[in-house]
């Protein structure tokens, strides 16, 4: 259980960084749907951000993002499901790369 808690905080706050940091706000409300998704996941139940992420850089907050989301299959999710949210999170990255 600790280490999906600690998985989840992790997806959950560098998704929320991405919205953050993002170029424009459709890029950020696409953001906030993948967040919200992952959330959906965990029906509601899910740990606070309490950290800021060590960086502002885009790319490394976007790949440590759907890393940490592909990682939630490992402790019970479904990978249709996670697989949806990491779709999600890919036509986010796409509109901001448009943008």
Same mark, same amino acid.
């Given at each position: 259980?600790?280490?999906?808690a600690v998985?989840?905080?992790?997806?959950?706050t560098?998704?929320?960084?991405?919205?953050?940091?993002?170029?424009?706000?459709?890029?950020? %409300?696409?953001?906030?749907? @993948?967040? #919200?998704?992952? =959330?959906? /996941?965990?029906?509601? &139940?899910?740990?606070?951000?309490?950290?800021?992420?060590?960086?502002?850089?885009?790319?490394?907050?976007f790949?440590?993002?759907?890393?940490?989301?592909?990682?939630?299959?490992?402790?019970? %999710?479904?990978?249709?499901? @996670?697989? #949806?949210?990491? =779709?999600? /999170?890919?036509?986010? &990255?796409?509109?901001e790369?448009?943008?």
């Open positions: 259980m600790l280490a999906h998985l989840l905080a992790e997806a959950r560098y998704v929320a960084a991405l919205a953050d940091h993002a170029v424009s706000l459709d890029t950020a %409300l696409e953001y906030e749907r @993948v967040l #919200l998704q992952v =959330d959906a /996941l965990h029906d509601g &139940r899910v740990p606070p951000i309490i950290t800021a992420p060590p960086t502002n850089d885009r790319e490394i907050l790949d440590i993002a759907r890393m940490a989301i592909g990682n939630l299959t490992a402790h019970g %999710l479904g990978a249709h499901e @996670v697989h #949806l949210c990491l =779709d999600m /999170l890919q036509a986010a &990255r796409d509109l790369t448009r943008a």
